[in-house]
């Protein structure tokens, strides 16, 4: 490992706890300051910087009866990644000492050996008579009879990327089709919730690393926005009403528009629900008409102020609003044109008639056609059927068997009355959340917007993708539901090519984006491969993101070759070392005069799922 100086953090601390049911979380702690769910088969917390130091808060929380064992958390002095010690001590007896010699040195610090790997080398553990680790080393390394001891420390791997924790939203529990687990909180309906039955958004956020991209805007196109609304007001970006001719949205009739929105960028913010790509920006435009010049008004402003995914969960199948060419031509601008020439990916409903034919806009073939299933994974019966139908999501079926979705409801919105009258916003009648904020909701109008969400994960995971690209993927990705009947050459009317799989959906827009890398990689395999250098000595000064430490030249290809699709806009350098007479390369992110700005690209890169902690370049000259 070479010789380290180690910095005890002043926040974080590695827990292992007792794992029973039964067993309850230490006291002042909670699921949100777990920063790594495991290393060094400990569980780091940040504990904050209030209050007692970090000796005397590990001290208190040693005393849980919970608590097994605690320790502190380094990192190296002038980095940020966190160390752990596991226990182990790597040792390295002088020549000549005999097996009973070296146990004189282990019975001294109370060291039990766990592997014996030479006539003088061995790992050993601590025990609970043992000081730290880190302290014992020390010990050891002061001993006449020993060459070398090192504590055997944890940290995140370079690749490294965590699941992410789970909202805290307090409503992210009703929101089956993220994960279906099968269960239903508070009631006693007889829904039928079949574990499973989702679109797998959870696992496309841990694959992602993240919850997608501040950089990707959604454009819910309908009437009856509440842009007051706390879920949805920090989205906001370039909102529009073509009623008033403004960004002031026309409020009061319609109720529609702020129930999709939440479906698609609800702000993960702990209030209430969670949209699917809750780190999207959002783009309300109201005034949807019937009109060719409000059609080619709405698309137009979509391409012109950069709208990356379109969601519309309107229509009409009445054959005298069939679209005439002009609107088709409008919408399919967009489809191509938008994205500066990659296309927005444009999605319609496929209505809620129970009929066999579409909404007539959305079987544009440009269009995303999107139906409706149930949390049971069967077709949901109102939705229209159709050749033209892309995919289905999940949504509401028929109540009570099976759940509706949960979304975010405007201030005015009168709810529905019951047959006493009373006003009710939940199928079941008992209100969740903060009252007046959130209702059930459901249809295609539902299905649309959570599909809509899933391409701006895709779009996250590689922004060069075509909107053509995005369609195909979501249908080659989805899975095949209902029964094997219902496909005709992997296509049912009733659900198109299948239920969206965001996690599979996310995985191939990933494997397109590293397509140029993948090719690096078959040279680097092979042998053979012609790569362009611009080589220059760069000055050892202001500091970058460390993002990787290779000993082989050809993995420090992939590596670059993968950041610099990412960060292209910074520089990307090389540090060329020797350790332990190996040389070493250290792949280095951005040159900034201070490290703020180096902090900052940190975290954009750990949005891209790329691990890396912040260097000073002077050090590495």
Request: charged share 25%; aromatic share 8%.
């Amino acid at each position: 490992m070479g010789e380290i100086t180690l910095v005890k953090s002043e926040n974080l601390v590695g827990l292992k706890t007792q794992k029973t049911r039964s067993a309850s979380k230490p006291k002042g702690i909670n699921k949100n300051q777990k920063v790594h769910t495991n290393l060094g088969d400990f569980e780091v917390f940040d504990l904050g910087a209030k209050g007692k130091n970090i000796d005397d808060k590990l001290d208190d929380i040693r005393k849980e009866e919970t608590v097994e064992v605690g320790t502190h958390v380094f990192h190296t002095e002038n980095g940020e990644l966190p160390m752990v010690p596991n226990g182990d001590i790597y040792i390295v007896f002088e020549d000549g000492l005999n097996a009973e010699e070296q146990q004189l040195v282990l019975d001294e610090y109370h060291l039990v050996i766990t592997k014996r790997r030479g006539p003088n080398k061995l790992t050993a553990t601590v025990t609970e008579n043992s000081p730290n680790p880190i302290k014992t080393s020390l010990f050891l390394q002061k001993s006449s009879l020993v060459r070398f001891a090192e504590p055997d420390l944890d940290a995140p791997l370079q690749e490294y990327f965590p699941e992410l924790v789970q909202p805290s939203d307090v409503l992210y529990q009703y929101q089956w089709y993220f994960k279906n687990d099968g269960n239903m909180p508070d009631t006693n309906l007889p829904e039928r919730m079949e574990a499973g039955q989702d679109s797998k958004i959870q696992d496309a956020w841990n694959r992602l690393g993240n919850r997608g991209s501040k950089e990707i805007t959604i454009a819910v196109v309908d009437n009856g926005f509440d842009n007051t609304h706390p879920d949805l007001k920090p989205a906001l970006t370039k909102p529009f009403d073509f009623w008033t001719n403004s960004a002031q949205m026309e409020t009061g009739q319609s109720t529609h528009g702020t129930a999709c929105a939440g479906l698609a960028v609800a702000r993960d913010n702990g209030n209430g629900i969670v949209g699917v790509a809750p780190n999207s920006k959002y783009m309300p435009l109201g005034g949807v008409a019937f009109s060719l010049k409000r059609t080619e008004d709405i698309f137009d402003y979509c391409i012109n102020n950069k709208a990356d995914v379109i969601s519309c969960s309107w229509g009409t199948t009445r054959s005298e609003q069939r679209p005439n060419s002009e609107k088709i031509a409008a919408i399919t601008k967009a489809a191509r044109e938008g994205r500066g020439g990659k296309g927005c990916v444009v999605l319609f409903a496929a209505g809620n008639e129970n009929i066999d034919h579409l909404n007539y806009y959305a079987t544009i073939p440009d269009v995303i056609a999107v139906g409706a299933c149930n949390s049971e994974g069967t077709h949901s019966i109102y939705s229209n059927r159709g050749f033209e139908l892309s995919v289905c999501a999940p949504s509401s079926g028929v109540w009570p068997l099976h759940w509706p979705t949960t979304t975010t409801r405007p201030f005015w919105d009168p709810g529905r009355h019951d047959e006493t009258g009373n006003k009710k916003f939940w199928r079941d009648g008992i209100e969740r959340g903060t009252p007046g904020l959130y209702k059930h909701f459901g249809g295609t109008s539902a299905a649309t917007p959570i599909v809509a969400g899933i391409c701006a994960l895709m779009l996250s995971a590689n922004p060069d993708l075509t909107a053509k690209e995005v369609k195909e993927i979501l249908q080659d990705t989805a899975d095949k539901i209902g029964f094997h009947h219902d496909y005709f050459n992997g296509h049912s009317v009733k659900y198109g090519y299948g239920r969206v799989n965001a996690d599979r959906a996310v995985a191939e827009a990933l494997r397109r984006r590293e397509g140029g890398i993948k090719d690096v990689e078959n040279s680097v395999r092979s042998g053979k491969g012609l790569f362009r250098f611009s080589v220059s000595r760069h000055p050892s000064e202001g500091f970058g993101v460390q993002a990787g430490v290779f000993a082989q030249y050809g993995n420090v290809l992939l590596h670059v070759e993968k950041v610099q699709k990412l960060f292209r806009q910074h520089n990307i350098l090389v540090n060329i070392n020797e350790l332990h007479g190996k040389t070493v390369y250290k792949v280095i992110v951005g040159s900034f005069s201070n490290k703020s700005e180096a902090q900052a690209l940190r975290g954009k890169m750990k949005n891209e799922g790329i691990e890396g902690f912040v260097a000073d370049l002077s050090k590495l000259g």
